[in-house]
């Protein structure tokens, strides 16, 4: 019998067998290395085919199944939970991944929010109107009737808090006082230099005067401001009806003046900001708008611009003015203007805004003025302060024009 001398001997593996057992060898190596590869790989993407079979019917499934789930919690839970729920995975990577897009959407929002100040009619804008309406002062006074004499006595105590009109950060104050609608006969008090608290402590008479008639008119004070070679500014006045005040003495009062009807209250209001850089030793004012601006014009309308001065000790430094906007009560400028100013000398710098009607055929006329300063009215120092406590930063608000 012939047997082959390259046969393998009984008992001897076959080469087709150990190439056969090494290739299927390697092959499930490479399976598992491939394998855990994968694993790896969905690890690093942060799971997304098994998150998505996972939280499948989880309340943190989907934005609109969980609004949805929040709901339905009942009574005294809460809509949000961040504690983990038995079962359900923790937030992975996944989640967190979207955190970022939450903070950007929050600061989105945030300077959105900001920028509405700036669109007419916003809600914004009706919180800065309130905060210009800005504090006029009070006046104490009293007033008397003697039945003997046929007298009506007023006595102009004292006013309080009262806005500066000029341009050194304060006011000359004075009381003008009718019997209304007598506008013919007035009397006045003296002049207070330089005071936003005066005292006066003076007393009118009103001699002959029938009580029937007392009692038939209206006791008008206007507290103006004193100007030697301009007309006199007004600031406030208070008016009461003589019928409901019991004559038979002496009666005191404390009144809070309000915007003179005689059109100065209703000049407009301008929005403006300004922005403090110490380090460069300058203010920045930026001319935002403008809104309700009185009509000067025959048209019923006004051709309106802005000039910004830059006082210091009462002495005009630096002028700069915005373009002119054609028939406009509305207008909007956004105009910037930069002023150098040392920090030891802010507290004895002014900024004067004074708003213009431009007149081709005479001379312009002054819708209103603004006095920026740390001395000035009320709403004026908030915003000066507000500027010096944000340097480099501006600071809007809307401002009264006044006459």
Known sequence: MYRDP????????????????AIITVSLSVTVVLCGLCHWCQRKLGKRYKNSLETVGTPDSGRGRSEKKAIKLPAGGKAV??????????HDESDRRTEPRS??????NSLTSEM????????????HEGCSRE?????????????????????IMKAQELPAKDFSGTSDPFVKIYLLPDKKHKLETKVKRKNLNPHWNETFLFEGFPYEKVV??????????????????????????LNKVDLTQMQTFWKDLKPCSDGSGSRGELLLSLCYNPSANSIIVNIIKARNLKAMDIGGTSDPYVKVW???????????KTVTMKRNLNPIFNESFAFDIPTEKLRET?????????????????????????????GEVKHWKDMIARPRQPVAQWHQLKA
């Open 6 to 21: 390259e046969a393998a001997s009984p008992g001897a593996p076959n080469r087709d067998v150990l190439l056969v057992s």
């Open 81 to 90: 939970n961040t504690a983990p729920v038995p079962g359900q995975t923790p």
């Open 103 to 108: 903070s950007v959407s929050d600061l989105v």
């Open 116 to 127: 509405l100040m700036l669109s007419p009619g916003s809600e914004e804008d009706e919180a």
């Open 135 to 155: 504090n006029l002062g009070r006046i104490q006074f009293s007033v008397g009737y003697n039945f003997q004499e046929s007298t009506l006595t007023v006595k």
């Open 216 to 241: 038939q008119r209206v006791l008008y004070l206007q507290v103006l401001d004193y100007d030697r070679f301009s007309r006199n500014d007004p600031i406030g006045e208070v008016s009461i009806p």
């Open 310 to 320: 830059l006082m210091y000790k009462d002495k005009r430094v630096e002028k700069k």
């Open 350 to 378: 002014t900024i004067v805004i004074t708003v213009m009607d431009k007149d081709k055929l005479s001379r312009n006329d002054v819708i209103g003025k603004i006095y920026l300063s740390w001395k000035s009215g009320p």
